[in-house]
C-alpha cells in the first residue's frame, strides 16, 4: 500500500458498525445491527467472525491469552469466546450499571468496562457513568463513578494510565492504575472545548485520537489538549482506530443519520455505516 494521505473507503453497507480494533492483521469491528462481529482487511475483503445473541454487541476487546470478549450492552454482561467457539457470560455488570458501552483490556487481563443510566432525550443521568475493573476471574467492582457518559478508553503502553472520553463533558480524563487494577488520581488529560470525544485510540507517541461526531472530524491531542492534527469528514464520526502493517493507517467509522437516531432511542432505525482508511505520519503502539 502506497504512502498516500488520501482518505479511502475500507468497507461500506454496515448498519451501525463500531468499536473498531486492529487484531491479527486485520481490522475487527462490531455491527449493532446485525449483532455481528467482522473482520475486514486492508483490500476490504470481509469475514464474518461471530453472531453474537444479544441486543447490540456494543464493544469488543481480546485477553492476553487470545480469547474475545464482547460488551453486550443493554443487558450490562460482558461475553467470553472460548477456543470452540461457543459464547459464556465472563462477568455479570448489572448490579453496578443499566448499561454498558466501551471496553479496554490491560496485559494482565484486567478490563475495564464503562456504562451508566443516561436519558440521550433529556440528558438526565448526565454523570451516572461508571468505570468497572473485571478481573481475569470475572470478579467486578466498581473503580470509578461520575463520568459524564463515559465513551472510549485506552491504557497507555506502560500500562500505568487508563484514559476514558468523557462525551458530555467534552473532554479526556486520566486515571492511575494500580497493581490490583484498582484507579486512582483522577484528572483533566485533555479538555476538548467543543468537541464530544466518542472512540479513541493512541498511538506511539502518547497522543490520542478522538473521534467527534457533531463536528465530522477525526482529531489528534496531547495531554494538556494541544491539537495536533485534524482529519475532517463528510459526516459524524463515532470511532477511530490505527491499525495497518506498519500502524500508519488511521480506519474512521463514520455514519450519516445514526446520531439523531440513537440520541431520539427509534428503535431500529439505521443508516448506512462505513469504514474508510487513511495514513498517518505516527503510528499506534502494538
Known amino acids: ?8 473507503f475500507l468497507l461500506a453497507g454496515l448498519t451501525i458498525g463500531e468499536s473498531p480494533r486492529w487484531h491479527e492483521g486485520r481490522l475487527w469491528l462490531s455491527d449493532w445491527g446485525t449483532q455481528e ?40 454482561r460482558l461475553l467470553r469466546r472460548e477456543p470452540d467457539g461457543s459464547l459464556v457470560t465472563h462477568a455479570d455488570l448489572s448490579g453496578l450499571t443499566s448499561g454498558l458501552n466501551e471496553i479496554v483490556v490491560d496485559h494482565r487481563g484486567n478490563a475495564y468496562v464503562n ?22 476471574d470475572g470478579s467486578v467492582r466498581q473503580v470509578a463513578d461520575n463520568i459524564a457518559f463515559g465513551n472510549g478508553m485506552a491504557i497507555t503502553e506502560d500500562g500505568s494510565t487508563l484514559i476514558v472520553a468523557e462525551s458530555w463533558a467534552r473532554r479526556l480524563s486520566a486515571f492511575d492504575i494500580a497493581a490490583d487494577g484498582s484507579l486512582s488520581n483522577r484528572r483533566v488529560w485533555a479538555d476538548l472545548g467543543d468537541a464530544p470525544p466518542d472512540g479513541i485510540c493512541m498511538d506511539t507517541e502518547g497522543a490520542v485520537w478522538f473521534a467527534d461526531v457533531p463536528n465530522k472530524r477525526c482529531v489528534r491531542v496531547r495531554e494538556g489538549g494541544e491539537v495536533l492534527q485534524t482529519i475532517e469528514l463528510d459526516r459524524g464520526a463515532f470511532a477511530c482506530m ?32 462505513q469504514v474508510r482508511l487513511r495514513r498517518t505520519q505516527v503510528g499506534h503502539r502494538y
Not at 502506497?2 to 482518505?7: A, F, I, L, M, Y
Not at 451508566?116 to 475493573?133: K, Q
Not at 495497518?244 to 493507517?249: A, E, L, T, V
Not at 437516531?261 to 431500529?268: D, H, I, K, N, S
Open 115 to 136: 456504562g451508566g443510566s443516561f436519558d440521550f432525550a433529556t440528558g438526565a443521568g448526565a454523570e451516572s457513568g461508571v468505570v468497572a475493573l473485571v478481573r481475569p
Open 1 to 8: 500500500m502506497g504512502q498516500t494521505t488520501e482518505t479511502r
Open 37 to 76: 462481529i467482522i473482520a475486514v482487511d486492508l483490500e476490504g475483503n470481509s469475514e464474518l467472525m461471530l453472531r453474537v445473541p444479544t441486543t447490540i454487541p456494543i464493544s469488543i476487546d481480546w485477553l492476553p491469552d487470545g480469547r474475545l470478549l464482547v460488551v453486550s450492552g443493554p443487558e450490562a
Open 242 to 273: 490505527l491499525g495497518g502493517p506498519d500502524g500508519h493507517c488511521l480506519y474512521s467509522r463514520p455514519s450519516g443519520l445514526v446520531w439523531r437516531t440513537w440520541l431520539t432511542r427509534r428503535e431500529r432505525v439505521y443508516s448506512s455505516s
